[in-house]
């Protein structure tokens, strides 16, 4: 067995700026240099990318994408440096909790343990 932890940044208790979504959403982003192209692979909505990339941006108050208009051709949506070293330290971060979280959940199963040994004997 193994624990599973989510990491999620909030902004009060009901405004979540990033996690999963929205991390998938940049890294997809990255990768076809579009939003539209990005939200086609996770088959997600455009509105509701556009609500989450919004989101994140309005809540750090920083820009996380360059936008260019023009359709395929000319157009694209790029990560800003910011944007990239975000995500590699959001990246670290969700490791970093995650190996706490398993090393926690390993001494909690091994407590466990001891009882169910303890109720034998």
Request: charged residues 35%; glycine residues 6%; positive net charge.
């Amino acid at each position: 067995m193994q624990i599973k932890v989510k990491i999620s940044i909030v902004k009060k208790p009901s405004i979540r700026l990033m996690g999963p979504g929205p991390l998938r959403l940049l890294e997809e982003i990255r990768k076809h240099k579009s939003i539209n192209q990005a939200t086609k692979s996770m088959n997600l909505s455009y509105v509701k990318a556009l609500n989450m990339l919004n989101r994140l941006e309005k809540g750090l108050g920083r820009k996380m994408l360059v936008r260019k208009r023009g359709g395929s051709e000319r157009g694209g949506t790029q990560l800003t440096p910011y944007a990239e070293k975000y995500i590699e330290r959001f990246v670290r971060l969700e490791e970093s909790v995650n190996r706490f979280a398993q090393s926690e959940f390993q001494q909690f199963q091994k407590e466990l343990q001891k009882e169910k040994e303890n109720e034998r004997s």
